[in-house]
């Protein structure tokens, strides 16, 4: 099942601007619309991309023609710019081995994350997605059967979360889930509008590399470099956890972003300020938290 399952769910590791369905599009690359965001149809399609951020400048998504969707409909993008904190996040459209050497990297570093997971991800995987959430870890939805969103009615996108969500509640303890990555980053401003009135956030990103393609691995130091040199305030971090490229330099990324003054926080801190806000990491060893 899974392997009839595997050329779909790679779709989601397109990262940049590529015509619906295809694979092989590099993190960030440019993104080329039909018409300027000002003069675009609600059902528009856009494929996220951003500008790179380059010697700790800040990603852009300023020239990509969507940010004022974005930005209208509370997707996230970067977190508080003015603060060295980093968010950690994973997709997971299925397991290929290397998410259980991840959680013991981040349970070591006391790190939290979040990943975003699909249908086929929480049937094949249950015991691991148990594992993320009594670790402290966050569970995001990532679509049932990872549609382009926009070309489905706004009942089927709710069919596709909700089901995910039903489907993870027996796991986590919850059945609250806050988060949204969309699939294959497509999305509308249609898509925005529905799925926040559903009671999600949508969550892109300002760091990534091309690490979903699991037959072009180049080792965990093209991986460390690609993710080190990208480090910004604020950022949003994707990675896929199919790569084993990741899951060997998540350590020493980790390592190298503290030793430059950054903390990792958890997608629920973004957006909270003041010395109120806890300053430790997450804790493992504690009691299951439930995710939203």
Same mark, same amino acid.
């Given at each position: 099942?899974?392997?009839?399952?595997?050329?779909?769910?790679?779709?989601?590791?397109?990262?940049?601007?590529?015509?619906?369905?295809?694979?092989?599009?590099?993190?960030?690359?440019?993104?080329?619309?039909?018409?300027?965001?000002?003069?675009?149809?609600?059902?528009?399609?856009?494929?996220?991309?951003?500008?790179?951020?380059?010697?700790?400048?800040?990603?852009?998504?300023?020239?990509?023609?969507?940010?004022?969707?974005?930005?209208?409909?509370?997707?996230?993008?970067?977190?508080?710019?003015?603060?060295?904190?980093?968010?950690?996040?994973?997709?997971?459209?299925?397991?290929?081995?290397?998410?259980?050497?991840?959680?013991?990297?981040?349970?070591?570093?006391?790190? $939290?994350?979040?990943?975003?997971?699909?249908?086929?991800?929480? /049937?094949?995987?249950? =015991?691991? +997605? %148990?594992?993320? #959430? *009594?670790?402290?870890?966050?569970?995001?939805?990532?679509?049932?059967?990872? $549609?382009?969103?926009?070309?489905?009615?706004?009942?089927?996108? /709710?069919?596709?979360? =909700?089901? +995910? %969500?039903?489907? #993870? *509640?027996?796991?986590?303890?919850?059945?609250?889930?806050?988060?949204?990555? $969309?699939?294959?980053?497509?999305?509308?401003?249609?898509?925005?509008?529905?799925?926040? =009135?559903?009671?999600?956030?949508?969550?892109?990103?300002?760091?990534?590399?091309?690490?979903?393609?699991?037959?072009?691995?180049?080792?965990?130091?093209?991986?460390?470099?690609?993710?080190?040199?990208?480090?910004?305030?604020?950022?949003?971090?994707?990675?896929?956890?199919?790569?084993?490229?990741?899951?060997?330099?998540?350590?020493?990324?980790?390592?190298?972003?503290?030793?430059?003054?950054?903390?990792?926080?958890?997608?629920?801190?973004?957006?909270?300020?003041?010395?109120?806000?806890?300053?430790?990491?997450?804790?493992?060893?504690?009691?299951?938290?439930?995710?939203?």
């Amino acid at each position: 099942m899974k392997f009839a399952l595997i050329p779909g769910l790679l779709a989601c590791f397109l990262l940049g601007s590529v015509p619906a369905g295809s694979v092989g599009a590099a993190a960030g690359a440019a993104v080329e619309t039909a018409a300027p965001a000002e003069t675009a149809s609600a059902d528009t399609p856009f494929h996220f991309g951003f500008k790179k951020s380059v010697n700790g400048q800040l990603a852009s998504i300023n020239e990509e023609g969507f940010k004022d969707i974005v930005d209208r409909h509370g997707a996230i993008f970067l977190g508080d710019t003015t603060r060295k904190e980093l968010f950690l996040t994973f997709d997971n459209g299925y397991e290929n081995g290397y998410t259980a050497p991840i959680l013991d990297t981040l349970k070591a570093k006391k790190v $939290p994350a979040i990943f975003f997971l699909t249908g086929h991800y929480v /049937k094949d995987q249950p =015991e691991l +997605v %148990k594992r993320m #959430a *009594a670790e402290g870890h966050l569970i995001g939805n990532h679509s049932w059967s990872h $549609p382009d969103m926009t070309t489905i009615s706004d009942a089927r996108i /709710k069919e596709e979360l =909700e089901r +995910v %969500k039903q489907a #993870a *509640a027996p796991l986590t303890g919850t059945d609250r889930m806050r988060y949204l990555r $969309p699939p294959r980053g497509i999305f509308s401003e249609r898509v925005l509008m529905v799925t926040k =009135e559903l009671g999600y956030t949508n969550v892109f990103w300002s760091i990534a590399y091309k690490d979903w393609d699991v037959n072009d691995q180049k080792g965990s130091d093209y991986a460390y470099r690609k993710v080190v040199s990208q480090l910004h305030p604020g950022a949003v971090i994707l990675l896929h956890s199919v790569s084993k490229d990741n899951a060997a330099a998540l350590g020493a990324i980790i390592d190298e972003a503290r030793r430059q003054g950054y903390e990792f926080r958890s997608l629920d801190e973004l957006g909270r300020k003041g010395p109120e806000r806890p300053r430790d990491q997450a804790k493992p060893e504690s009691a299951p938290k439930k995710a939203p």
